[in-house]
């Protein structure tokens, strides 16, 4: 497949167009700056992609957006967030109108914030939306991907969860308390933590575009989420660090204001799409996954 990707330089969006590359697609990448390379394209959004570009694409996969972590999330930066998010999916689907020839498949990214709370209740793929920001900003950015619809477009929304690898994301920031040896769990370690090696957020995406079956939304989570206390223990034996320290909530919550509330509440999510779908896991246990990564 002829295959866009926007945030294809980023943490998710550059290995997994290595990784699509070796599975023998063509894939171009969109930047802001003046591209050079056939696999760049140069594209500055809420600007459509001209018409006889987006035309030769058999397949889109919309990866970018503001960070939502580290910082706390001020009025401004919560605008950010959302209209990042929405600008951009809402681009890519109004170029998708103007194209001659469509793509078959658009895969846009989400997140497992897109169910808010849910205490120890299991959540899988039917659990309705939460109400709190980031599930406000989920669902506005899904229906923005979902317009593709109306085109006759199978849309794939992949609500990712937790994504570890050492060079990025949130595991960085986790690790590093424990290799000053003052790592431990965040509030009461009861909150549960719906993690995903990044291998496998590559594969499920790899498998959801190469499979016409699948569409609407996909949980990017291992099935063997793990409360904060249990990863916390994990981390800490793979780093041969004690993990006994743990993070009072309320410095959490005055640190991070409405980010430290996410962070001390957490989701049990299972991928129940991709299992039925019969994707494998390369990584279903969190043990594993943090020694793949530590290479031990």
Request: contains cysteine; aromatic residues 8%; glycine residues 10%.
């Amino acid at each position: 497949m002829n295959i866009l990707i926007t945030g294809g330089t980023g943490f998710i969006g550059a290995p997994l167009t290595r990784g699509l590359h070796s599975n023998g697609h063509s894939v171009t990448v969109t930047t802001r700056r003046q591209a050079g390379g056939k696999d760049k394209l140069t594209w500055n959004p809420p600007d459509l992609i001209p018409r006889d570009i987006i035309s030769t694409y058999d397949a889109i996969i919309n990866l970018a957006g503001e960070p939502i972590a580290p910082q706390r999330w001020s009025k401004e930066r919560k605008e950010r967030i959302l209209s990042s998010r929405i600008n951009i999916t809402r681009a890519l689907v109004d170029s998708i109108k103007i194209a001659n020839a469509r793509p078959k498949v658009f895969v846009s990214a989400s997140a497992i914030g897109y169910y808010g709370s849910h205490g120890d209740e299991y959540v899988t793929e039917d659990t309705p939306a939460g109400e709190d920001f980031l599930a406000h900003v989920c669902t506005q950015w899904e229906a923005e991907a979902y317009k593709a619809l109306d085109m006759g477009i199978r849309v794939v929304t992949v609500r990712i969860g937790g994504v570890l690898e050492a060079d990025g994301g949130a595991l960085p920031h986790m690790a590093l308390p424990f290799k000053l040896f003052v790592g431990g769990p965040i509030g009461s370690g009861r909150q549960w933590f719906s993690w995903i090696h990044r291998d496998d957020i590559i594969g499920i995406i790899t498998f959801a575009l190469e499979n016409e079956s699948i569409s609407g939304p996909m949980n990017l989570t291992a099935p063997g989420p793990v409360t904060n206390k249990e990863f916390s223990r994990a981390l800490g034996k793979v780093l041969h660090r004690p993990s006994f320290v743990a993070v009072p909530g309320f410095v959490v919550q005055l640190t991070l204001g409405e980010l430290g509330a996410v962070l001390l509440t957490g989701q049990r999510v299972l991928p129940e799409k991709a299992l039925k779908a019969g994707y494998k896991f390369k990584y279903s246990d969190v043990s594993e996954a943090l020694r793949a990564i530590y290479h031990q």
